[in-house]
């Protein structure tokens, strides 16, 4: 099957603008269900932009009619140039040139970065974004001078990168850390799992229950004599 290009902003495309079910959108897009139900619940890809398989080529509108007629209908992608950046800026030395009015956004794309995809270097985001790896260090320890006012944002639709390089970037990442971990275990002779979610505290006794109990106490005879 041909390589989907975006597969997360065609995912979030596809939901909102087509009664494709979850399984095709997830065997289409390459991603797993359960990421494309987290698309749709808005837990995953917050804040990426659909983009439209039709308009860029990768997927006939007649694709999409015979999918929504037939849920069990496997959708085929259109032959389309997968690699059409120019072999000129396919390699990148140093990080990105950020232009002037685009760089009050990068705390704001580092956020994110940071909060969505914590296995992304810090070297990694200083490339993808053309930011400087103390002020990374800065947003991610919470002493950046404007914390208080950054809002996380995808920095695909902030211009700083396009969605292919962000994919790119993660994808690489997500790569390292899984063989850090295979290495890891393999050091251990442990299956590392996730942490598990702390035991939620006892919920406080709500004040009416609290004030019920007192008149109890207040009104219930006394045993001794």
């Known amino acids: ?6 597969p997360k902003a065609t995912a979030v495309w596809l939901i909102d603008n087509t009664a494709l079910t979850f399984k095709q959108i997830s065997e289409f897009c390459n ?15 917050g804040g990426i932009r659909g983009a439209d398989p039709i308009a860029n080529g990768q997927l006939a509108r007649e694709e999409i009619e015979k999918g929504e007629k037939d849920a069990g209908y496997a959708l085929k992608a259109e032959q389309f140039d997968s690699n059409p950046i120019p072999k000129s800026a396919q390699k990148r030395k140093g990080p990105r040139y950020t232009p002037l009015s685009r760089r009050q956004d990068r705390p704001d794309a580092i956020a994110w970065l940071v909060r969505n995809h914590p296995e992304v270097t ?24 404007k914390i208080s006012t950054i809002t996380p944002t995808d920095p695909v639709s902030l ?3 396009s969605q292919i390089d962000l994919d790119e970037t ?8 899984n063989k850090r971990l295979a290495k890891l275990e393999k050091e251990t002779g ?6 598990d979610a702390p035991a939620p505290e006892a919920a406080e006794e709500p004040e009416a229950a609290k004030t019920e109990h007192t008149l109890e106490s207040l009104f219930k005879p006394s045993t001794s004599e």
């Open 122 to 145: 810090d070297a990694q985001i200083s490339k993808l974004i053309g930011t400087t790896k103390p002020t990374i260090k800065a947003i991610r320890e919470r002493t950046h001078w």
């Open 159 to 161: 211009g700083l990168c």
């Open 31 to 45: 991603l797993h269900i359960l990421e494309v139900e987290g698309i749709a619940d808005g837990d995953v890809a």
């Open 190 to 195: 442990e299956s590392l799992k996730p942490l």
């Open 1 to 6: 099957m041909t390589q989907i290009l975006m």
């Open 170 to 177: 993660v994808k690489i990442a997500a790569e390292k850390e």
